[in-house]
């Protein structure tokens, strides 16, 4: 018995914790607040995947959320194996996205270092209807 009410207070202390990420899945053109920074792309965000498209192929990359407002996407802001990382380099060497504002369909982000919040570049996802 003692069992059972564990695992039924464990079953509704975590659904009231589950987040749900600020960018929702679907379509966004993505661009940059410099032109120096990148070119735009468009891109696909569906749960824990981030969908690359640019002129001649797609690319799939994880996404790994840290907070319902910051992700990392691995594969595009850091390599996919660990093992192609450049020496000298570790996890706190690449960025992450920061959703800073939602205007309707258009979130502006922030990429900044995981190591000290520096700030490397900075757009806009545009979700696409």
């Known amino acids: 018995m003692k069992n059972i009410l564990f695992i039924l207070i464990l079953v509704v202390v975590t659904s ?25 792309f468009e891109c696909t965000i569906q749960n824990d995947k981030f969908y690359l498209i640019r002129k001649d192929r797609t690319e799939s990359c994880d996404v790994i959320w840290i907070t319902e407002n910051k992700f990392r996407v691995v594969g595009y802001l850091e390599p996919k194996n660990p093992a192609d ?45």
């Open 16 to 40: 009231f914790n589950s987040v749900e990420n600020i960018l929702p899945n679907g379509n966004y053109r993505v661009t940059f607040d410099k032109e120096e920074q990148g070119e735009p």
């Open 85 to 129: 990382n450049p020496a000298g380099t570790n996890e706190h060497d690449y960025g992450y996205y920061e959703v800073a504002k939602i205007d309707e369909n258009t979130y502006s982000y922030r990429v900044k270092l995981v190591s000290d919040d520096y700030v490397l570049f900075s757009g806009k996802f545009i979700k696409k209807q």
